[in-house]
């Protein structure tokens, strides 16, 4: 069943006095339980802009977008931002509970299961402060997944990060997401992080239109060093820099 279904959606931004913008135009596809989507796209293609509709922190234009709950419950969404955004003043373990309906033992020790998966269990005391920017993200990681969400948001979550600790939080993101199966949305620039991370890549093209919908159908757990993965990475990379030149030359011919 799918957990989300976008369909026809359009969005314009209004600039004011009669000029606006359309950043999203005729989306449409669907995101069944239990798998990993990412959407690629040049700087400025809308990626952010569709997260954010997703998420309900913006408004669409037009179009439908319907989200359904494992339990037919309200519909649980996660959102893993560039940064962490942990509050400074509380410990790890008090930030990871501040997003929790309760305190129940359940809740806590769930809780714990999500730090250790991100091997952080032993700085559940520290502050955010006493943590690498690695490791903060790592415990904004653990925490939206700890929320058990029918449906994860994560907005290039490694884009502040450098090359080794990105590679390394890949890693662990593949092994939480194999051990939990949440549904996951994730944006990136980043063809190499999506074909490893992604059952899907959904590739936008500037002027906000889907250009291509790739499924990766290759075997987890992924490492960069794997053969089969490089050169995955490698075609769609390919494809990626064609859209891009195709972009280019209608833009110049226009
Ligand atoms: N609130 C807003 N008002 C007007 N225009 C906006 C607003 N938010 C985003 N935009 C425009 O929408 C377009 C898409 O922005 P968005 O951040 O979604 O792109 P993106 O693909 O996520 O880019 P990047 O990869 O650089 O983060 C951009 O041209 C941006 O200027």
């Known amino acids: 069943m799918a957990v989300l279904t976008v369909q026809n959606l359009a969005k314009t931004f209004n600039l ?3 000029r606006e913008t359309r950043v999203l135009d005729d989306i449409s596809f669907e995101v069944s339980g239990q798998t990993f989507v990412s959407i690629v796209g040049p700087s400025g293609c809308g990626k952010s802009t569709l997260l ?9 234009t ?6 359904t709950s494992d339990d037919g419950g309200a519909t649980r969404i ?11 003043w509380r410990s790890v373990m008090r930030n990871m509970m501040y997003v929790q309906n309760d305190r129940s033992e359940t809740t806590v020790a769930r809780v714990k299961r999500y730090l250790e998966m991100v091997g952080l269990a032993k700085n559940a005391d520290f502050y955010p402060g006493q943590l690498s920017g ?3 993200q790592r415990v904004g990681i653990a925490r939206a997944f700890a929320v058990e969400p029918d449906l994860l948001l994560m907005d290039e979550p490694f884009s502040h990060l450098d090359a080794i600790t990105a590679r390394g939080l890949r ?7 194999a051990q939990s199966k949440k ?3 994730f944006v990136t620039h980043d063809v190499v992080e999506a074909v490893e991370l992604s059952d899907r890549i959904i590739v936008l093209q500037p ?3 889907i250009y291509e919908d790739i499924s990766i159908d290759l075997p987890r757990p992924r490492r960069q060093t794997d053969p089969t993965v490089a050169t995955l990475q490698a075609e769609v990379l390919a494809r990626l820099e064609a859209m891009k030149e195709a972009s280019r030359t209608a833009g110049s011919a226009a």
């Open 171 to 177: 890693t662990q993101l593949q092994d939480i997401w």
């Open 62 to 67: 037009s179009g439908e977008i319907s989200l």
């Open 16 to 18: 004011g006095t009669s």
């Open 78 to 88: 996660g959102y893993v931002f560039q940064d962490p955004r942990l509050l400074p």
């Open 52 to 60: 954010n509709i997703i998420s309900g922190v913006e408004e669409h």
């Open 134 to 136: 690695g490791m903060q």
């Open 207 to 209: 002027g906000g239109r």
């Open 183 to 185: 549904t996951v949305v």
